[in-house]
């Protein structure tokens, strides 16, 4: 009977302290706003921006030194590209340096004053592309439409040349290996739908600990005490409380964010439905735990944002997303395995866009898994520390 007794008096406790931080977290507008606002709003502003895809119609200027047939032709056909925009002619490099320093433009042709002479020749030419490197998404738009126009003024000289009597043998001159280029995993080639399942689930971890930590660093500011003032017995219940409140909130944030926001902007989303929630339950658990962890070093309230937000770029990059896993320092890698987001974004990108099953990430889904416990521990020693400061003070 006193088993029975202990684990109904925890239960109580367990729901108390939901109730009690439910009521805590809806009567903070910080918290709300990290909660609730950010999570709905940030990501349609995200998905808004990037939802073209692709650039295009990129600025360039042209410095046609030659001003021949063959010249103009090339002017002509990049112009009619759908990556590239001659915006500005110039007499020199100089004066094309000038506008690409007022940022009027992005790239520059340089066509040299025996370009069409040496074609008429049957002499090897060539034209210099420069490209601001500021932006990688204009420079491939940039290098990747000369390359495509020199290759079909490459394929006319060669027909012209062959002296062929049938289409078929033109066909052959000109591509004697044929093959055919399939885009994986991202069709469009597009810029959101790489980047924004990255983004989606650091939102989710971002957000959690900013929501958490700024709860706490309330609670050390004096501005709130424990809820109701009631004495908890076992900080395992404290967390398992605290985190049931959080997990209900997140449980459909997470469900928006993975789900409705890539098919609001028709972005790549292949995920199994099943696998996906599998995969949510865990990572969202390590992050409520981690941010309760964090939250131990939290004074203030606006330490959780400096802290946060200065972390955000890092994590996306040593994810492995924006840059390959393969090239990430030793180090650095395993300064990743801290933190769930790390974990939580490879699988999800695998799920979401390469439509991997849930066996096909279990690597990244047991670390997760690991973490729940890791952190759950040490959340519990943290509330432990923390409520025995406060009951002493």
């Not at 709300?32 to 940030?42: D, E, N």
């Not at 990430?328 to 769930?340: G, H, T």
Request: hydrophobic share 45%; with cysteine; aromatic share 10%.
């Amino acid at each position: 009977m006193r088993i029975i007794d202990n684990i109904i008096k925890g239960l109580n406790d367990i729901c108390a302290v939901w109730r009690d931080e439910m009521k805590s977290v809806l009567r903070d507008e910080g918290v709300l706003i990290f909660f609730v606002l950010v999570p709905l709003a940030y990501p349609l502003l995200y998905s808004w921006i990037y939802n073209n895809e692709t650039v295009r119609e990129v600025p360039v200027v042209v410095v046609d030194q030659s001003n021949s047939v063959e010249s103009r032709q090339f002017v002509r056909m990049a112009d009619a590209s759908p990556d590239v925009c001659v915006a500005y002619r110039a007499g020199s490099i100089d004066e094309a340096r000038r506008i690409i320093a007022l940022g009027d433009a992005n790239g520059i042709y340089v066509i040299p004053s025996d370009f069409g002479l040496r074609v008429n020749r049957g002499e090897q030419t060539a034209v210099a592309v420069y490209c601001d490197m500021s932006l990688m998404l204009t420079y491939k738009a940039i290098f990747q439409t000369a390359t495509a126009v020199t290759s079909s003024m490459n394929a006319d000289i060669q027909i012209r040349l062959s002296g062929n009597t049938t289409a078929r043998q033109d066909e052959i001159t000109t591509s004697p290996l044929s093959f055919d280029e399939v885009t994986l995993f991202n069709p469009t080639s597009g810029y959101g739908s790489f980047i924004l399942p990255a983004v989606l689930m650091l939102i989710i971890q971002q957000t959690l600990v900013l929501g958490i930590g700024l709860s706490a660093g309330t609670r050390r500011e004096g501005r709130a005490v424990l809820p109701s003032g009631r004495a908890y017995e076992g900080s395992c219940r404290i967390v398992l409380g605290k985190s049931l409140c959080y997990f209900m909130i997140y449980a459909v944030v997470a469900a928006y964010l993975t789900l409705i926001v890539p098919m609001l902007f028709s972005f790549t989303s292949l995920p199994n439905p099943w696998s996906l929630a599998w995969l949510m339950l865990p990572y969202i658990l390590a992050a409520i735990f981690f941010g309760i962890t964090v939250s131990s070093i939290v004074r203030y309230r606006e330490n959780v944002i400096l802290l946060v937000v200065f972390m955000s770029v890092p994590l996306l990059f040593v994810s492995g997303v924006s840059w390959p896993q393969s090239n990430i320092p030793k180090v650095w890698e395993c300064i990743s395995w801290i933190f769930p987001s790390t974990f939580g974004i490879r699988a999800y990108v695998r799920l979401n866009t390469m439509g991997a099953s849930l066996s096909d990430v279990l690597v990244e889904y047991r670390a997760l898994c690991i973490q729940v416990v890791a952190y759950f521990i040490l959340a519990c020693v943290v509330c432990r520390h923390r409520y025995r400061s406060c009951s002493t003070s």
